[in-house]
């Protein structure tokens, strides 16, 4: 398997444009989680999808963030409009199953700076 | 909420040596599972070793061992014979069944393999 596909790889955008993350979890995973990872807050959990359902999105920073996930084979994490401080490495990860001991597969991440 | 605390930011080992890296955690609950991933420069998270918190038994993975003291809520990471390969910021991790899949992370440890 490919493991968890992630694209673009890195993002440079400017502020007030619209962006868009792009995540194919491995074939057969339920679920997925979308994380952001910065020096100052570190890794953080923004939303998690099973059976393409978001169950938690408790995570996300504001109504600039929206995530959908269409089909079980794709997921999108959007920012409209972009500001700098949503410049960080977000992170799409899935598991076979939504459970507490279930390994979390991360894919490469992408590196999104906003100028 | 949980909260994990690595309290060590950084730490080497010389090649062939053996390092423990240390991991804190709170929780109310009696249930749970704590993880180490690894992070190298490539920034893909890797699952380096898991215990479920019922398990007085510590989990091991070939060179990579845990000491999971529940009393004391610690679950620290030793690697032996450590490799230039292990060279890497490690992530320690919370989850429950209550926290619905929601994986909580430190801080993270940046281990330097010196040669």
């Known amino acids: 398997d490919a493991g968890v596909i992630q694209s673009p790889r890195h993002e440079v955008t400017e502020m007030g444009q619209e962006v868009t993350l792009r995540c194919k979890p491995i074939s057969g995973h339920n679920s997925l989680f979308w994380y952001r990872q910065t020096m100052m807050r570190g890794l953080e959990l923004l939303i998690y999808?099973?059976?393409?359902?978001?169950?938690?999105d408790s995570g996300m920073p504001e109504d600039r963030f929206s995530a959908k996930m269409p089909n079980a084979s794709f997921s999108t994490l959007k920012i409209q409009p972009s500001e700098p401080r949503d410049s960080a490495v977000y992170f799409c990860?899935?598991?076979?199953?939504?459970?507490?001991?279930?390994?979390?597969?991360f894919g490469p991440g992408t590196r999104l700076t906003v100028t | 909420a949980q909260t994990v605390t690595q309290s060590q930011p950084e730490m080497s080992v010389q090649e062939a040596e053996t390092v423990t890296l240390s991991c804190t955690y709170d929780?109310?609950?009696?249930?749970?599972?704590l993880f180490w991933y690894k992070q190298p420069p490539s920034r893909q998270m890797i699952l380096v070793i898991r215990?479920?918190?019922?398990?007085?038994q510590n989990a091991t993975e070939n060179r990579f061992s845990v000491n999971f003291q529940k009393a004391a809520k610690s679950f620290s990471l030793k690697i032996s014979d450590s490799q230039l390969g292990d060279a890497a910021m490690y992530f320690c991790?919370?989850?429950?069944?209550?926290?619905?899949?929601?994986?909580?992370f430190g801080e993270g440890t940046q281990l330097t393999v010196n040669p």
């Open positions: 991790a919370y989850n429950s069944e209550t926290s619905g899949s929601r994986l909580t």
């Open positions: 990860a899935s598991s076979f199953a939504i459970g507490g001991f279930d390994e979390q597969y």
């Open positions: 999808f099973n059976n393409n359902v978001p169950i938690d």
């Open positions: 215990q479920e918190a019922y398990k007085q």
């Open positions: 929780t109310s609950e009696s249930d749970y599972y």
